[in-house]
């Protein structure tokens, strides 16, 4: 790659990250009335979050799964329609 590149892939991003992060602050102030956006508290809620990675030796295939969510990360995904799978 060259350089041009290079910037235009780190723009790309930040505007993407940009956009992810304003549809999640628009979506939780929402649910708790509070403005997010340019708060350090947006992603606050699932900084404990715990996971697992499971290894197939045989196969090679990996698959990674939370092992538990708390009632407020539960609420939280669930009023962002946002499913994911536990253990």
Do not use: W
């Amino acid at each position: 790659m060259n350089l041009n590149e290079h910037v235009k892939a780190v723009y790309n991003t930040c505007v993407l990250t940009y956009f992810l992060n304003k549809d999640l602050a628009d979506s939780r102030k929402r649910i708790n009335s509070i403005d997010y956006l340019n708060s350090k508290n947006l992603y606050e809620p699932f900084r404990n979050g715990d996971c697992v990675t499971v290894k197939d030796k045989a196969s090679g295939s990996k698959m990674r799964r939370i092992v538990e969510l708390t009632a407020k990360q539960k609420y939280l995904l669930g009023e962002l329609k946002i499913k994911v799978e536990t253990l």
